[in-house]
């Protein structure tokens, strides 16, 4: 299925005829006008409409906008939506793939990706995207992102387990219950409990991977990452291994430094 036919069934709500997308402007207006953010050239990506670069370009008086968006027809909106916002900066419309995005547009200060719009890229595409909008921002400029946590969202809301039998021994049955979830750290706060009489033993924060973001992040940080599945090394009590060769130490370094104190 297409994009184009996958968002003409899916109708995400960003159209400028429908109250629901003039809310969600509205809303975009207001959590930029409450930022401290200067930018006087503003790039939506993956921009649908155009609704929340329209909506930040009036916010903060930006007088030039780019959108990049895949399908070129919903982008032609656009207009519609800076009648509406009432401003009049220069407008200008990239068809393409973000994640071409150093060859399709030059400098801007401030980046949007809004919308819930992650999904559309593995975690692979996510660090290209990532790296190409830090390569066209200014040193000064800022990247913004509107999304939900899908691990608490889907996993915790559905089919997780907030009382778990963890191990059962002869002595004792050692027991695990779902007590909070960190959205910043992306992390679970689990309780654990022995029985009989339900003496607290341990209290832990725990983040439940993916193995393609882990591969992702090593992928940064060397030049090779490998994932050899049970099928591949053939022993049924190894799980998936991840490989990562070749150090980036230049890279490695930098960033060990900066995340020592900033995390
Ligand atoms: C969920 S919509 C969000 C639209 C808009 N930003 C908003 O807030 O309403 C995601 C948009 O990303 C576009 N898109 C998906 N993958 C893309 C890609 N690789 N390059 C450019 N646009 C893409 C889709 O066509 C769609 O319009």
């Known amino acids: 299925m297409s994009l184009e036919e996958f968002y003409r069934h899916f109708r995400w709500w960003m159209d400028p005829d429908d109250g629901r997308a ?4 509205n809303a975009i207006v207001s959590f930029f006008e409450g930022r401290d953010v200067e930018a006087s050239r503003v790039l939506d990506l993956c921009a649908g409409t ?9 916010a903060l008086s930006a007088p030039e906008l780019t959108l ?14 800076l009648e509406i916002a009432g ?10 793939d973000v994640l071409d995005l150093p060859s399709l547009v030059g400098e801007h200060d401030l980046a949007l990706l809004w919308g819930h719009t992650m999904p559309h890229f593995d975690p692979f ?12 921002l200014s040193d000064d400029g800022a990247f913004f992102i509107e999304e939900t946590d899908r691990i608490k969202r889907f996993l915790y809301g559905s089919a997780y387990k907030d009382f778990l039998v963890e191990r059962r021994t002869q002595d004792y049955t050692l027991v695990s219950l779902h007590e909070g979830y960190d959205v910043r750290r992306g992390v679970e706060r689990r309780g654990y409990y022995r029985l009989p009489g339900f003496e607290k033993v341990a209290g832990m924060k725990l983040r439940l991977w993916d193995l393609a973001s882990q591969l992702a992040l090593g992928r940064i940080f060397f030049r090779e990452a490998e994932l050899v599945t049970p099928s591949e090394h053939g022993l049924s009590e190894v799980s998936e291994v991840l490989l990562f060769r070749g150090p980036k130490k230049g890279i490695a ?8 104190n900033s995390l």
């Open 253 to 260: 370094r930098g960033v060990y430094s900066e995340f020592q």
């Open 50 to 58: 155009g609704i929340a670069g329209v909506a930040a370009a009036k």
């Open 87 to 96: 401003i009049s900066p220069k407008l200008r419309l990239v068809a393409g």
């Open 125 to 136: 595409e996510a660090v290209r995207l990532f790296s190409g909008v830090a390569s066209v």
């Open 22 to 25: 003039l809310r969600r402007f």
């Open 68 to 81: 990049v968006e895949a399908r070129a027809e919903d982008m032609k909106k656009a207009w519609k939506w």
